[in-house]
């Protein structure tokens, strides 16, 4: 009786251990990088938080893991999954491209983000005159990029393989690694992302997100 318990216990311990071990080759949420509320007086309320990091990043991450498993994808990086899933020629792109690809963008965005009001690098500051005339026409410029993406997608500050910067939009969830472009800053312009605290002004959002919500030593790092 005592033997059959403990190979009960052995069994289960191992069982355990397996699907331990499953799930850790699995891509998980990581967390937001401060609290939920912590962007609320910038204009990112902890209830768009809620939604948007807790349910709809959470659920590319449940479906992208879902649309990988047993596939030759299983063990890859995002980066990787993203270059190879990516179809140039695509109308609509597949169900993995499409999970994993915003499961990276997200956790790029949160990042991208601060609570602290941060200063511009001189660095980047530089760099955004020398590409696009002045910090004002870099800013407007974004917001024209994300305010004429037609429904759901991204707009971003891309290094590009010759080093310039370039302003790019991209529908869905295509993102400059698709291009061979370094990301340096993206904003969501699902409407998921600004409904709760915009409703329907997307433009709005867009400015206040430069204005009150970029971490701009972030974006310089990437630089
Ligand atoms: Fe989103």
Redesign the pocket.
Request: some cysteine; aromatic content about 12%; proline content about 3%.
């Given at each position: 009786m005592l033997h059959g318990i403990r190979n009960l216990i052995y069994y289960y311990s191992l069982l355990t251990l397996t699907l331990e071990g499953a799930h850790n080759m699995a891509f998980e949420l990581p967390n937001l990088p401060y609290s939920h509320d912590a962007l609320a007086d910038n204009g990112m309320s902890k209830e768009t938080l809620e939604y948007?990091h807790d349910l709809?990043?959470n659920a590319y991450v449940t479906n992208g893991n879902a649309a990988i498993a047993g596939t030759e994808w299983e063990n890859k990086s995002l980066e990787e999954i993203i270059v190879g899933t990516y179809d140039i020629n695509a109308v609509a792109q597949n169900g993995i491209f499409n999970n994993i690809s915003?499961l990276w963008n997200?956790n790029q965005f949160w990042e991208m983000m601060g609570p602290g009001n941060s200063s511009m690098p001189s660095e980047l500051e530089n760099s955004l005159i020398e590409n696009f005339g002045s910090i004002d026409d870099f800013k407007t410029k974004f917001c024209a990029a994300g305010a004429g993406q037609f429904g759901s997608g991204w707009c971003w500050l891309v290094s590009d393989k010759d080093g310039s910067l370039k302003i790019t939009k991209t529908e869905n969830g295509v993102n400059p690694i698709c291009f061979g472009q370094k990301t340096l800053l993206g904003c969501?312009v699902?409407e998921?992302?600004y409904y709760i605290d915009f409703r329907n002004k997307r433009p709005v959002y867009l400015t206040n997100f430069l204005d009150n919500l970029v971490n701009w030593e972030n974006v310089a790092s990437r630089m």
């Amino acid at each position: 009786m005592l033997h059959g318990i403990r190979n009960l216990i052995y069994y289960y311990s191992l069982l355990t251990l397996t699907l331990e071990g499953a799930h850790n080759m699995a891509f998980e949420l990581p967390n937001l990088p401060y609290s939920h509320d912590a962007l609320a007086d910038n204009g990112m309320s902890k209830e768009t938080l809620e939604y948007h990091h807790d349910l709809h990043h959470n659920a590319y991450v449940t479906n992208g893991n879902a649309a990988i498993a047993g596939t030759e994808w299983e063990n890859k990086s995002l980066e990787e999954i993203i270059v190879g899933t990516y179809d140039i020629n695509a109308v609509a792109q597949n169900g993995i491209f499409n999970n994993i690809s915003q499961l990276w963008n997200h956790n790029q965005f949160w990042e991208m983000m601060g609570p602290g009001n941060s200063s511009m690098p001189s660095e980047l500051e530089n760099s955004l005159i020398e590409n696009f005339g002045s910090i004002d026409d870099f800013k407007t410029k974004f917001c024209a990029a994300g305010a004429g993406q037609f429904g759901s997608g991204w707009c971003w500050l891309v290094s590009d393989k010759d080093g310039s910067l370039k302003i790019t939009k991209t529908e869905n969830g295509v993102n400059p690694i698709c291009f061979g472009q370094k990301t340096l800053l993206g904003c969501d312009v699902w409407e998921h992302s600004y409904y709760i605290d915009f409703r329907n002004k997307r433009p709005v959002y867009l400015t206040n997100f430069l204005d009150n919500l970029v971490n701009w030593e972030n974006v310089a790092s990437r630089m």
